[in-house]
């Protein structure tokens, strides 16, 4: 039989038609955000008060300030964020309608927040925690909007982001997702004791803690053994600390509590880097909210830091 009429190779074709056909498909279905518009669960106007103590918490001004000025609420975004991809650079998130986010609705934001999705229905890249962020409260995120309303507005949009040409392709990040993301998954493990569960919230979902103090597998993704087990710094420029009782096992929970207050450790060494900015937002937290993260950091498992 000539090789033009061998019906395996014919066969062979339309397999792989068929599958670049259902994944194609199944790509485009894989931004699919969790919250429409009008969604009843995101209604009321939402506590300002309460926001900013979100806000705080979550660490947004870190990232999304303007750099080159010291007003953390104008939120230009633009600082660059180096990595083993390239650089990322957080957008503007103020009010300006135009270059910012002045112009989303609710569920908008909802979906950025929980499931990475853009009001475009694109991929955030997961240089955005929203894989910590998917675990907030409704509540929390619909007040947390309602005191970003009353930001300042800024004009002008961050630059790109500067990546590899295979990367900038952002519909890979849904098998990225597909592989790492548990959207709306349980923060952390709670135990009945709300000093210590509200700990969990806030260490694992707002604050996102791991994000920082875990090391990552060649995808990007947290190792799950590494978690809060230290890394090397993203920007390659040092160590972020264990944060595990093994890497605080000569702290009391008093100390890690007055540390997130002041930013001096328990030897007298007063932290700097991105540490210092996080310290700026957690000293303004309710004391309570303080010395939860503090009982829950302590009762992290043991873990020993990887190697660099």
Known sequence: MPESENPMRYLSLATALVF???AGAYLSTLAVPPFV???????GDGDIARGRLVFLAAD?????????QSDRLRLGGGMALASAFGTFRPPNISQDPADGIGAWRISDFANA???????AGEHYYPAFPYTSYTAMTVNDI??????????PA???KAPRHDLSAPLRIRRLVGFWKLAFFNERHQPGIVDGNPLHDRGAYLVEAVAHC????????IAGAIKPSTRFAGSIDPEGTGFVPNISSVGLSSWSQEEVTAFLSSGVTPGGYRVGSSMADVIE?????PLVDRRAIASYIKALPARQTPKP
């Open 210 to 217: 791991a994000e920082c103090h875990s090391s990552r597998n």
């Open 154 to 156: 800024v004009s002008g």
């Open 20 to 22: 670049a056909a259902l």
């Open 60 to 68: 947004c001004s870190s990232c999304h300030a303007s750099p080159g």
């Open 142 to 151: 619909v007040d947390l909007f309602a005191y970003m309303r009353t930001l």
């Open 37 to 43: 518009d009008g969604d009843q669960r995101l209604k």
């Open 113 to 119: 927040l929980v499931g990475g999705i853009s009001p």
């Open 281 to 285: 937002n957690t000293q303004k937290l």
